[in-house]
């Protein structure tokens, strides 16, 4: 693990290590002018969690598609970056053979061309979820997590508890084979 990747996880978990005491309020309407804060209808343990749209424009939710999976990995990218899409058909791969067994991917795109972003995804072959706000390096998800350069990962649970970070390459193949296999 390089020095960038070690100071990237620190920094994570700093953030994330009063997770376990993170409560999420998930209220209807007809309890909203009753409730307090002390009252809660869903617990998640899991902090990390972001909303963005996704190629439609859409309203994604990454703690909904984090539940549908055993572990997710975050892949910061973007079309114009040439270590983004060398490493793209790797990953393609990996999900291919590990989307069945319970991995997940959201791709999180730091282009601000939305014809560009949505080109690369269909040439690339990219299968998952896809989400940005199409403002570059200002994308309000990279700024969330800290993120300063591309490609980045950021490996979560089903509850959204970060695993690893900054893998690639074939790290990251191993640590997808040694969790679900």
């Not at 080109?119 to 994308?139: E, F």
Request: with cysteine; charged share 20%.
């Amino acid at each position: 693990m390089r020095i960038r990747d070690i100071f990237a996880l620190a920094i994570i978990l700093v953030a994330f290590s009063a997770c376990n005491s993170c409560k999420t309020k998930s209220i209807s309407n007809d309890e909203k002018a009753t409730s307090t804060p002390e009252e809660s209808t869903e617990d998640r343990t899991g902090c990390i969690d972001f909303t963005t749209n996704d190629l439609n424009g859409q309203t994604f939710s990454a703690q909904k598609e984090f539940a549908l999976h055993k572990i997710t990995i975050i892949d910061f990218w973007a079309s114009w970056c040439g270590p983004c899409r060398a490493e793209m058909p790797l990953l393609v791969s990996t999900y291919k053979e590990y989307k069945d067994k319970g991995l997940g991917i959201i791709g999180v795109s730091l282009d601000e061309d939305k014809d560009q972003w949505m080109d690369a995804i269909q040439y690339m072959g990219m299968t998952w979820p896809q989400v940005s706000d199409l403002k570059g390096w200002n994308n309000s998800v990279a700024l969330q997590f800290g993120v300063r350069s591309i490609p980045f990962t950021i490996i979560v649970d089903s509850k959204g508890k970060p695993l690893q970070v900054g893998l690639r390459g074939q790290d990251l193949v191993y640590f997808i084979q040694n969790f679900l296999n």
